[in-house]
Every structure is written in C-alpha cells, then in structure tokens.
C-alpha cells in the first residue's frame, strides 16, 4: 500500500496513473540493512524516492539516559558500526570537555591512529559494498582482504573486530598491544602493494565510469543546504572536513590533504573515499614511528560527574560530521543525549539526486552516499 | 580409435539387426531423448560447479569444498536440496502460465541441443539450415522469461522480464550478424559443413579481420542474449532482487537456473563450431608430425575444450565487470555493435567474394 507520509514525501509529486510504485526494502539486496525506498517509478525513470525509516530504531539516545558517562559510550559502537570507534571518539571527547580532562599525549595519538584504521575499514567495506551495488561481485572479496587485516589489529589491541570500545573518558582502555606498530606497518605495506587493483579492476573499468559520472549530481548549494558533510559533500567541493575545520586531538599537528573533488557526481563521491584511504595512510605513516610514551589514560575518578550545563563536540566519522550534545543536570548520567548523525543528512538527498534518473542508478547512488542504517536510525 | 560415430554406428547396427525398422526409430529415438536429457542434467551439474570453483578462484576463496572431494558434489547436492524444496506458486499469479514458463526455457535448451556437432560425424539432427536453427530457437527463450515475470505478479518480475525482452532481441541483431560473417565465408549454414571447411584453419586464424570483429562482437551478443552479467539486468540482484524468477522457488527456479547454463553451454558450443574449428584439431601448415600428434586427441575433447574455454571467458566477464544501465546496454548494441556488425558482413562478403581468406 502506498501511505503518504507529510514529513518527509514531497505532495507536488503524488502518483499517477501509469505509474509504477515499488518498495524497494526493508529486505533487499540493494538497501544494505533495514532502509525502506518508496519509488515512484515512470518506466525505469524514477519520479519519487521516499525513505522510510525506523525498522531499526532502538531508541539508542533514550538508553543513553539512564547509562552513566562511562557506560553510554559503548552503546554508540551500535550506532554506525562501522566507525564505532570513531564514535565512541566523540562521545568520549565530550564527557572530556565537560570534565574538562587533559588526555595524555600517547592516547591522543592511539586514538587517532585507530580513527584512521577505522576510516580505512569502513570505506575498504563501502567499496566492496560500492560495486557489488553496481553487479561486480569480486571486489567485495578484494576489499575484505584487506579489510581483515585491520580488524586483527583492532582485535589484538582492544579484543574486538567491529565494536571496539577501546574509548574511555581520559583515554584509552589499555595500552597498545606490542606488535601494535609492526602489524600496521604491514599493513602499509600490503595496501601499498595491492591498491592498484583497486583501480585496474573498478575505477579505470569503462562499464564502471559510465555508470558513475554525471549521474546523482549534487550542486554545492544543495549539499550545504540538505545539511551533508563528509564525502558527500566534499564530491560537491563543499569543504566539511571536521578535521580540518575545528581540529581535535592531535588533527591540527598532521600533515594531510581535505580531499575536495568538483564533479559533485556518483564518480566524484567515489573518488573523494579512494583518495581519502591514501589520506589516512599518509596519517598514520607519519605517526606511528611517533607514538610517544606516557600514560594511556588521565587520571579520573571513578564515578564522573559532569556539571551542569550544555556540551556538543564534533568528529568527523567515514560517513561524515558526526555532534554529540549533552545536556548534563549534574548528576552521573546525562539529562538528555542527541547524536547528530551523517546518514540521516546524506539519506535525505537521495530523493533530490535520483530524481529523472533510472533505478539501476539509483542503487549506485545509495552506494555512494555509504548509507548505514544503524545510522540514520539509531 | 574409438569415437562417438564407432559407438553410434555399432548400436544402430544391432538395433536392426534385432528389431523391424520401426521399433529401431523408436528405440533410437528414445536413447537419444535420454542422452539428451542425461548430458542436460550432467552439464548442469558440471557447469554450477565450475562457475562456483571460477567465481571462488577470482575472489580469492576457496569456493565450495565440503561436499565429495574439493567440493565436487556441492552442485548434486543443491539439486537435491532444489528438489525437496517447496515449488510455491503465488496466490495472485497466473498459475497456468506461471508454472509453464519453467518448461519452456527448458524445452527451448534441450531443443538447441539438436544441430549441435559434438564429435566428428556424432549429431544428434544434421539439419541443412542448422545455425539458423540455433538462432531461431533460441529467440523462444525471451517468451518464457516474459511468461515468467508477467505472471508472477511481481513489480520486480515483471521489471526483470520488460529488461530481458529489450535486451534479448536487440542483441539478437548482432549475434545473428556475427554468425552470417562465418556464414558468407563458407557457404552454408549447415553445422557440419561449417566444421569440414575450417579443416585447413579455423575460421579465427583465417578469416582475418571480419571474423575477428564477428568473434569479438559474437561473445559480447551471446552474453547479453544468456542474460549473464554484465548483462544480467534482467536479474540485477542489486537492483530487482532476483528479476523475473523472484517469486520462482525450488524445481521451477532449478529449471531457470538449468536453462540459463544449458544457454551458456549452448552458445558456447556454437562459437566453438563457427570460429574455432568445432571439434577440428588444431593444425599448424606443413608440420606433419605436430598436426598428427593433435589429431590424436578425440574430437570430442577438443570440442569440449573450445566450448569451456569460452565458458570459461563467459565466466570472467561475469565476476570481473560490473553491470551496465539498461539504456547504456541498449546504446552499445543499436549505436555501437549493430553499425559494426553490419559493415563487418560488407568486408566479411568482399573478402568472400575476392577470395582474400586462406
């Protein structure tokens, strides 16, 4: 049954006769976890994308509520899985801030070496995700060979593959494992030696490229104005790179590039995240001969209290800017908690991008917005 | 030696000399029937099995490997899994049709078998117009994909099948001009006597430029007809979930699969007979002593080997290159392949005509 929802559905474009609607998810290949499309097909020409949210809704910032500081940063691992540690990040940077706690020079650059991990995995995984959409199968495998190779390390560091909660106010959980800098630099060298095939076999590839350019263009004004950030934006050379634009940690120390294209195209969100993994090896080449010795962790106390008052800290995720406002009465849990997630942003532009285009690419599109639905939900 | 014609010969002999000419037809036609449908079901089975072993090789896995030695039973395994399964039909569907366009698919790979060389002097029908068959026949496949998606009642199905329909009979233009190049070059569309005349050379190495251009565009056309990536916007799992066989479930979803594999083999089989010599060996001019060595291996083996050499590349198209867009896919045949393919008929004829080829 087609339903008109106000919120979100545009009533200048209701469905005609002829018109074909179909409801692509929550179970589908192409909507990677629970994401519920409404199209309103012509043909194959789209007229309509209405997103339907809520099927994994698990009301993360109600349950934060009634966790104390410590504990509420682990549920944000569950949020976009795929940075969980860039997540719990910037939950941690907050309770910092409210706390007003020094962390120690040697955690400032585990975590970020680990944010930059994290970022590799996450756009190693929305690659393969990214051509599978577009019915290559291969890279997929490609991607996760790699892919694995980082999740050892996270695992023999903080014992977890995907949610790590290796973050605690102050710090970090415990010290690096001590192969820690020999596994990443071997992994350095495996990316090295193998990301060429990442262009042989899917950017220089013609099906792929005529697939991708001039197709879900977004224009600078509307990326700024539907609120996108991360290498959504960054496609449509708005400059959004958190890490850049109000530095954390140690972001303001390190060399590297905010990578900027201008086509604003599905090829230009694509080669913004191929050139945003060469990005953050350049990061972590530069810091991990230079991990400084020292305390992993500030000394808190155990029960944290944060006074009264209003925080918000911002990090920039895989996805793009994620904020994290709490509202603190003085007690040991927080009054009220909101995440401001990437997804939901970049979700909402699917509609204004797809329009007059066809459905196969649609599904490219949604590919490059690297939608996560634990995101968008929460 | 022994060979299929030796076998075929000898069980003719004795089938008359024991019965009446009727009760022979008959019985022969019965042993070819279960022949046909014998080497339908082990084709099947080989060639699941093969895609899977390809797909893992380039994936850098290991691909099935539990069932029987390396995996090798996975495929008889999963048949019978497809076999006990439930053949729902939907409520809203067209019953009658919905569960008659599994049958028709693969009526229509069992009918392509025919005019089929697979052996020296070893075929089961040597009909005079026998590549026209193929290319007739095989047109009726695209009617049971419509039967299939129009009936199920399914958006996806009935997206898949318009896709399927589009694609197959444009690419048909060109696979059937790519065929006509080979044709003009010798003469005759009869199977056979496209194999005898490329006993100097196949038509590969000696229609020079034309039939490279026919082969090249011919693998592409075939491709797209058999629906497989990176033309399989017909099924576009990404985008239509499984296309018109979505609401297909157990033995009827086998059959479309079955069929879809028996195409492949089928198309390959003809690219084989018409550009790579059929079951001819490969000869080199004056080297007695190499062309006598090849002409030891039966000619069944090499023409199976042609036919999974080009499975094999099918197969690497398929898990290397992405899918194309349905208007890129119909640019490239009516705008690129089609043009190509015409005036490659004009140079393929001149050619003929001048007696340019070996």
Same mark, same amino acid.
């Given at each position: 049954?087609?339903?008109?929802?106000?919120?979100?559905?545009?009533?200048?474009?209701?469905?005609q006769e002829?018109?074909?609607?179909?409801?692509?998810?929550?179970?589908?290949?192409?909507?990677?976890?629970?994401?519920?499309?409404?199209?309103?097909?012509?043909?194959?020409?789209?007229?309509?994308?209405?997103?339907?949210?809520?099927?994994?809704?698990?009301?993360?910032e109600?349950?934060?509520?009634?966790?104390?500081?410590?504990?509420?940063?682990?549920?944000?691992?569950?949020?976009?899985?795929?940075?969980?540690?860039?997540?719990?990040?910037?939950?941690?940077?907050?309770?910092?801030?409210?706390l007003?706690?020094?962390?120690?020079?040697?955690?400032?650059?585990?975590?970020?070496?680990m944010?930059?991990?994290?970022?590799?995995?996450?756009?190693e995984?929305?690659?393969?995700?990214?051509?599978?959409?577009?019915?290559?199968?291969?890279?997929?495998?490609?991607?996760?060979?790699?892919r694995?190779?980082?999740?050892?390390?996270?695992?023999?560091?903080?014992?977890?593959?995907?949610?790590?909660?290796?973050?605690?106010?102050?710090?970090?959980?415990?010290?690096?494992?001590?192969?820690?800098?020999?596994?990443?630099?071997?992994?350095?060298?495996?990316?090295?030696?193998?990301?060429?095939?990442?262009?042989?076999?899917?950017?220089?590839?013609?099906?792929?490229?005529n697939?991708?350019k001039?197709v879900?263009?977004?224009s600078?004004?509307?990326?700024?104005?539907?609120?996108?950030?991360?290498p959504?934006?960054?496609g449509s050379s708005?400059s959004?790179?958190?890490?850049?634009?109000?530095?954390?940690?140690?972001?303001?120390?390190?060399?590297?590039?905010?990578?900027?294209?201008?086509?604003?195209?599905?090829?230009?969100?694509?080669?913004?995240r191929?050139?945003?993994?060469?990005?953050?090896?350049?990061?972590?080449?530069?810091?991990?001969?230079?991990?400084?010795?020292?305390?992993?962790?500030?000394?808190?106390k155990?029960?944290?209290?944060?006074?009264?008052?209003?925080?918000?800290?911002?990090?920039?995720t895989?996805?793009?800017?994620?904020?994290?406002?709490?509202?603190?009465?003085?007690?040991?849990?927080?009054?009220?908690?909101?995440?401001?997630?990437?997804g939901?942003?970049?979700?909402?532009?699917?509609?204004?991008?797809?329009?007059?285009s066809?459905?196969?690419?649609?599904?490219?599109?949604?590919?490059?917005?690297?939608?996560?639905?634990?995101?968008?939900d929460? | 030696?022994?060979?299929?014609?030796?076998?075929?010969?000898?069980?003719?002999?004795?089938?008359?000399?024991?019965?009446?000419?009727?009760?022979?037809?008959?019985?022969?036609?019965?042993?070819?029937?279960?022949?046909?449908?014998g080497?339908?079901?082990?084709?099947?089975?080989?060639?699941?099995?093969?895609?899977?072993k390809?797909?893992?090789?380039?994936?850098?896995?290991?691909?099935?490997?539990?069932?029987?030695?390396?995996?090798?039973?996975?495929?008889?395994?999963?048949?019978?899994?497809?076999?006990?399964k439930?053949?729902?039909?939907?409520?809203? /569907?067209?019953?009658?049709?919905? =569960?008659? @366009? *599994? &049958?028709?698919?693969?009526?229509?790979?069992?009918?392509l078998? %025919?005019?089929?060389?697979?052996?020296?002097?070893?075929?089961?029908?040597?009909?005079?117009?026998?590549?026209?068959?193929?290319?007739a026949?095989?047109?009726?496949?695209?009617?049971?994909?419509?039967?299939?998606?129009?009936s199920?009642?399914?958006?996806?199905?009935?997206?898949?099948?318009?896709?399927?329909?589009?694609?197959?009979?444009?690419?048909?233009?060109?696979?059937?001009?790519?065929?006509?190049?080979?044709?003009?070059?010798?003469?005759?569309?009869?199977?056979?006597?496209?194999?005898?005349?490329?006993?100097?050379?196949?038509w590969?190495?000696k229609?020079?430029?034309?039939?490279?251009?026919?082969?090249?565009?011919?693998?592409? /056309?075939?491709?797209a007809?058999? =629906?497989? @990536? *990176? &033309?399989?916007?017909a099924?576009?799992?990404?985008?239509?979930? %499984?296309?018109?066989?979505?609401?297909?479930?157990?033995?009827?979803?086998?059959l479309?699969?079955?069929?879809?594999?028996?195409?492949?083999?089928?198309?390959?089989?003809?690219?084989?007979?018409?550009?790579?010599?059929?079951?001819?060996?490969?000869?080199?001019?004056?080297?007695?002593?190499?062309?006598?060595?090849?002409?030891?291996?039966?000619?069944?083996?090499?023409?199976?080997?042609k036919?999974?050499?080009?499975?094999?590349?099918?197969?690497?198209?398929r898990?290397?290159?992405?899918?194309l867009?349905?208007?890129?896919?119909?640019?490239l045949?009516?705008?690129?392949?089609?043009?190509?393919?015409?005036f490659?008929?004009?140079?393929a004829?001149?050619?003929?005509?001048?007696?340019?080829?070996?």
């Amino acid at each position: 049954m087609y339903r008109q929802t106000d919120i979100i559905s545009d009533s200048r474009i209701s469905p005609q006769e002829g018109d074909l609607v179909i409801n692509v998810g929550p179970q589908h290949p192409a909507t990677h976890g629970v994401l519920h499309l409404v199209i309103t097909l012509n043909g194959e020409t789209i007229k309509k994308v209405e997103p339907h949210l809520g099927y994994i809704h698990r009301s993360i910032e109600k349950m934060c509520e009634s966790l104390t500081y410590r504990q509420f940063i682990y549920v944000t691992s569950r949020m976009d899985y795929l940075s969980a540690h860039i997540n719990n990040h910037a939950c941690a940077l907050c309770v910092e801030k409210g706390l007003q706690v020094e962390v120690p020079a040697r955690a400032q650059v585990i975590r970020v070496l680990m944010d930059e991990l994290t970022r590799i995995a996450s756009h190693e995984l929305w690659w393969g995700a990214m051509a599978m959409d577009l019915g290559a199968f291969t890279p997929f495998f490609h991607a996760f060979r790699e892919r694995e190779t980082i999740n050892d390390i996270m695992e023999e560091t903080c014992g977890a593959r995907l949610t790590m909660n290796y973050m605690v106010p102050g710090g970090v959980m415990q010290d690096l494992h001590p192969d820690f800098q020999k596994r990443v630099k071997e992994f350095i060298q495996l990316y090295k030696r193998k990301i060429h095939e990442y262009d042989e076999l899917v950017t220089d590839n013609i099906i792929f490229q005529n697939r991708m350019k001039s197709v879900g263009y977004l224009s600078p004004e509307d990326a700024i104005s539907y609120g996108c950030t991360g290498p959504t934006a960054r496609g449509s050379s708005v400059s959004s790179d958190i890490r850049k634009l109000y530095p954390y940690e140690i972001y303001d120390k390190l060399e590297f590039d905010e990578v900027l294209e201008t086509g604003g195209d599905s090829f230009a969100r694509y080669m913004i995240r191929i050139r945003e993994m060469h990005e953050s090896i350049r990061i972590i080449e530069q810091l991990i001969d230079n991990i400084p010795e020292g305390d992993f962790q500030a000394k808190t106390k155990a029960v944290l209290k944060l006074p009264k008052g209003e925080f918000y800290t911002r990090v920039e995720t895989a996805r793009g800017e994620l904020g994290v406002y709490i509202v603190s009465e003085g007690g040991t849990t927080p009054y009220r908690i909101k995440f401001r997630s990437p997804g939901f942003s970049n979700l909402s532009v699917l509609d204004h991008i797809a329009r007059g285009s066809k459905i196969g690419d649609l599904v490219a599109m949604m590919g490059t917005l690297d939608l996560v639905i634990p995101d968008i939900d929460r | 030696m022994w060979s299929f014609s030796n076998i075929a010969d000898q069980i003719h002999e004795w089938l008359s000399s024991t019965f009446n000419p009727t009760w022979t037809l008959i019985i022969e036609m019965v042993i070819a029937g279960v022949c046909v449908i014998g080497l339908f079901a082990a084709l099947g089975l080989v060639l699941v099995i093969m895609e899977r072993k390809v797909s893992a090789w380039i994936q850098i896995r290991l691909g099935p490997n539990r069932v029987g030695p390396k995996g090798m039973f996975q495929s008889l395994a999963d048949t019978l899994k497809l076999l006990v399964k439930e053949g729902m039909t939907p409520n809203g /569907a067209d019953k009658f049709l919905f =569960n008659l @366009a *599994p &049958f028709i698919a693969m009526i229509v790979a069992m009918l392509l078998f %025919a005019p089929i060389a697979f052996a020296r002097d070893f075929q089961l029908w040597d009909l005079n117009i026998g590549v026209l068959y193929v290319s007739a026949v095989s047109s009726i496949m695209v009617i049971s994909i419509l039967m299939a998606g129009w009936s199920s009642n399914n958006k996806y199905s009935l997206m898949g099948a318009m896709r399927s329909g589009a694609q197959i009979v444009s690419y048909e233009l060109s696979a059937g001009l790519s065929i006509l190049a080979i044709v003009v070059f010798t003469g005759s569309l009869s199977v056979p006597d496209i194999v005898r005349s490329q006993a100097d050379g196949w038509w590969i190495f000696k229609g020079h430029i034309p039939a490279i251009i026919a082969f090249i565009i011919f693998l592409i /056309a075939v491709t797209a007809e058999t =629906n497989r @990536a *990176p &033309f399989d916007l017909a099924e576009a799992e990404s985008e239509l979930t %499984a296309g018109f066989h979505t609401e297909y479930s157990g033995m009827k979803f086998a059959l479309f699969f079955l069929a879809e594999y028996m195409n492949v083999f089928i198309v390959c089989a003809i690219g084989a007979t018409l550009f790579l010599g059929g079951w001819m060996p490969f000869h080199i001019g004056n080297w007695e002593g190499f062309n006598h060595a090849m002409d030891w291996i039966p000619s069944s083996v090499w023409f199976f080997g042609k036919t999974f050499f080009l499975i094999f590349v099918i197969m690497w198209f398929r898990w290397t290159f992405p899918r194309l867009r349905i208007d890129q896919l119909l640019n490239l045949e009516w705008k690129y392949l089609l043009p190509i393919s015409m005036f490659n008929i004009l140079l393929a004829t001149l050619m003929a005509i001048m007696g340019w080829h070996f």
